[in-house]
């Protein structure tokens, strides 16, 4: 699926700050090689239906055993296998017999503690490794992610490898064995460790996913394989929030235009990121915040949210927004299916100069077919004029006063909003008051 930096900005995917990323919320990887291939598939969203199924078949295998994953491969574990590649050793004796075990251990002392101290490591990596093969290399289970376990199967085919994974786990190495082992791993398993590391690290990426699937309690969306596009989720909410109001959301070819309007903070933008969450999820083959989702493959995803200017260029804020949608235009005119997220258009000119070029960018998207559109706006006054167009929905977030404060139920509800709150706000902050006394 196609979707630009300022989309994954907009949506929040990743963000510097922990608690406001959709990408740190849902990343349980032990391993920065785990990590690293998370982000590769945060940023790789599937634009295949065959590419989703697999995912979520493996995701759907690893969460049927993920309490039996193994504990003995860590990031610990794995910093210490790199490092051992890594660290200028002297030459370890091929041959393990006493005159050669003794002479490292009195002349190589440094080295020889390095070398036991990381096979224990390898060790464990080995017998996790083992353990993931056991649970999940058998018939039934989804082909890509046996393709993986055998080719790590394959890597550790080797008597040697195998005699070290099944090691008592607390059990001291001798000397002999330091030697006999280390030699082997140093001089002829480096490039079969990498491989077998840069394995782990997509499968705890895999791992990472399932668990959060767990922990949220997110659902496997269902994709609908059909020309027009569609959106049907119940119970849909926002992975970021604490306590979050659920929506039911239905977009199809006869309603693909959402009109949105509310009060600030009622839950407007709230609702475009739930729904541009959800779909990018699903396009990882994850499970989705809702209760149930239904949906089509969409070729992209574009959102315009977070518009800023530029000073250096000389920018002014109104301009980006025009060349935003300039290029959102050009980008989804293309016959494919595009979900297209806007929130609050021309934002950076005057009301009726905003009106009017709303009206005008409205009316022309809605002629594209192939796409779902969610607009929110403040500027109510031009729902009016578009409600002869068949294909637009009308919803709104309901704001309630009382006693001068506000109320908000953050419910989607059909119709446009009316609510004028700004002064009130105004008002409630102290700031008529601090005015008033200047």
Known sequence: MDIDNTSYNDLNIFHHEEEFSVFNKLNFTRTVDGRAWLVKFFSNPFSDQKQISETQEILQSILQRINEWPVSISNGTMMVMEKFYDSQLDSIPSNSNFLNTVSYKLFHTADFSLVRYSLSHFADFFRGMYQIIEMFDKEGSPLLLRSFLHRAKDLMNKPIIIELSRREALKQFSWNEIVHFGNYIKDHFKHSTQDLINIYGRLDAWYSMAFSIKKFNLSFPVFVNQSQPLIDAQQLYHILLPTPV?????????SNFLFLTGANMAGKSTFIKSVGTSVFLAHLGMGVPAGNMKLTLFDGLLSNINVVDNIVKGESYFFNEVQRVKNTILKINNGKKWLVLIDELFKGTNVQDAMKCSSTVIKGLIRIKNSLFILSTHLYEIGEELKDYPNISFK????????????????????????????????????????EKL
């Open 396 to 435: 709104y977030f309901e704001t309630a006063v009382k006693d001068d404060q506000l109320e908000f139920s953050y419910l989607l509800k059909e119709g446009i909003s009316n609510d004028r709150l700004g002064y009130l706000i105004l008002k409630r902050e102290k700031v008529v008051d601090l005015l």
């Open 246 to 254: 659920p929506y039911d959301v239905h977009m199809s070819k006869e």
